[in-house]
């Protein structure tokens, strides 16, 4: 199994609204894709700024380049975020799952 890893912030003002667009946007695109496995979406605020990090799980590599194209280490964004984020990281991160 592979964890696909993304993080994102936006002001705090914004955490609830983020939160709820990423469950009814990016969470059920997840869902649909084949070889999806699960997720853990975290959030916080530190010092007025929301930290959002998605760590995804995968059947393997193949299935994530279903998801994301073959470069499947940039980072998807949906339209919608330009409105909340504040910068858009380029990459994610993977590591292959050993133990959970």
Do not use: C
């Amino acid at each position: 199994m592979i964890a696909r890893i993304w993080h994102g912030r936006t002001k705090a003002k914004d955490f609830e609204q983020y939160t709820e667009l990423m469950k009814s946007i990016a969470i059920p695109d997840y869902e649909r894709t084949k070889g999806f496995v699960n997720l853990t979406f975290l959030r916080r605020i530190d010092n007025g700024i929301a930290h959002f990090t998605l760590i995804t799980y995968w059947e393997n590599l193949d299935v994530i380049k279903n998801f994301a194209g073959d470069d499947f280490e940039v980072a998807k964004y949906y339209p919608e975020d330009k409105k909340f984020l504040l910068e858009f990281e380029e990459k994610v991160t993977h590591y292959e799952v050993f133990a959970g």
